[in-house]
């Protein structure tokens, strides 16, 4: 059997469900943005781990070493945020073809450095290797949090508002202005830029996993379309999404509008992102976005709702009934 | 600069040192087998990550999935092992190539599992993508040691006496056997399943880490010849090694024996072992041999002294000086 006839989301369940018995008290395993470990009595460890391969999720010609490393440490650091961490070390792995140059690699630690150093994270170790065939680079990060404030994706109930934190789309339109070639005007430059250095929401999750009203969380890697998937499937439930309601930058619309692209699709299933998507309790949703926005000075964005069990995920625009053309992203799966 | 110019050790030498300014106190970084970060008031957290590339590291056709699996846990947990701690967790990133099919997929998690399961070590996440090139394997393990009972490779001093908790050579005598395609007699088969499934020695390591006349400890991953270096370098001394006085097996010997293969040869620059090195205080070194006897059941073996820094590695055979005609192992300037 081939990996491409059962995806990623396939092999997952595939394997997964023999590592998930006989836990450790205390231990989440396998299925959310980050495992969860005891550590000290009202602390618990997170730990993430991302693997990033050169021609399928980057290539080294379309982006500087330096926002390469910058991007390889800041997508991990964002699934810390997803659970409401704080973090606590970094540690990298890479795989170096032959024909990278040691200035490449200066470049690149530069980037993670810019970073680490920015969100005060440490890389206390990894490993280096030679690699026969791409740039290979793993990173494994920890965080903590305190025990009882942290968010899954199995939390979210009928009802739940469903929320972002940033604008969708920009990191997608960046992606495109690199593959499509299109000139690098400012626009095209700073959506790039979204593309390749993005902001892990390290104190928007602490915050919101501060608050009770909160049922679920995770960061937005592959597009809401996939990953509000993923909260429909751990937490048994559908949701109605409103296009309309997409928060889009400035930005995004104007180079949208531009080039004659759907800015909707580039929101809703572009992906990468690394916002955070959360559930609200219904009765509590006007009052933490009003307290989200005192607090970042930007609206937390209602964007839909959860709704039953089986209903799938909807999308209204205009108040009526509408689709996606393109959906969420499997490596294993598409062709790219 | 090309990579090969300056080597892995050459570019940890380059890297390290930027990421080693201001580290969180209670923290070890980039250096050891371990980094080692605060957990509670008397344990600390030990964290270790290894990459294996195919073409590299390991051939596809030369190892069974399931053994790829154990070793691929195996060699991490070893660094856990080399600190004194006890298993936490598994982390496993896979970058996978397209040929690679399902049921191959199913025999390497079965071999992770079987050492998972014997070492009572959880895989708590991971991540998996595929890849365009070689199959890619990162493992990220933690581990957990009472503070002050963790051993560095910085302790050794002159005086002491350097030991090996395993014979040495089976490993690298068991790649031989696949590498020139030998008839798989008892022996060499039993040399394969010594290189293909290596026991890390976490008993070992928690059993000399709570002795306080060990000094230093790490793991042999590539040949003592290599790993002393790294003692020496990290400790600033030199050493003594008498090759009359390596541990081998009398698989080792027959075998060897048979092909004409030099034996001090493999045991020494070989790698791949996956026991314990350490340095043990000269006036305990009697009394911690024989405890370590009484406790295993297998000799803690003297293979040398530490001496004055300078004196660089210095080899004896028969009470004269004597030299290896190999040297230990760099991925980056080898041509393997």
Known sequence: MRLSDIGEFGLIARFAPRFLE???????????DCA?????????????????????????????????????????LSD?????GRLTAAFLSLGIPACVEVEWLDAFFRGIRDLAAAENVPLLGGDTTKSPGPLVINLAVLGAARRG?????????????????????????????VL??????????????RHNRPRPHIPEGAWLAGRKAVTAMMDVSDGIDSDLRRIMERSDCGAAVNLDALPLSALLRRTARRYGWDERELAAAGGEDYCLLA?????????TAAAFERAFGRPLV?????????????????????????????????KV
Chains 1, 2 share one sequence.
């Open 80 to 84: 810390i945020a997803a659970m409401g």
């Open 22 to 32: 006989r836990l450790p008290a205390g231990t989440v395993g396998i299925g959310d």
């Open 149 to 177: 404030r942290i968010k899954f994706r199995s939390g979210a109930r009928p009802g739940d508002a469903v929320v972002v934190t940033g604008s969708l789309g920009d990191s997608a339109a960046g992606l495109r202005v």
């Open 36 to 76: 969860v470990l005891p550590w000290t009595k009202d602390r618990r460890l997170l730990v993430t781990t991302d693997m990033l391969v050169e021609g399928v999720h980057f290539l080294r010609a379309a982006i500087p070493a330096r926002d390469l490393g910058y991007k390889s440490l800041a997508v991990n």
């Open 302 to 334: 209602r964007i839909g709702t959860i709704t039953a069990a089986g209903d799938g995920l909807r999308y209204f625009a205009g108040g009526r009934p509408a689709a996606l053309r393109r959906r969420g992203f499997d490596h294993f799966t598409s």
């Open 279 to 287: 559930t609200v309790r219904r009765d509590a949703s006007a009052e």
């Open 180 to 193: 499509e070639k299109r000139p690098r005007g400012r626009d095209e430059a700073a959506l790039v830029r």
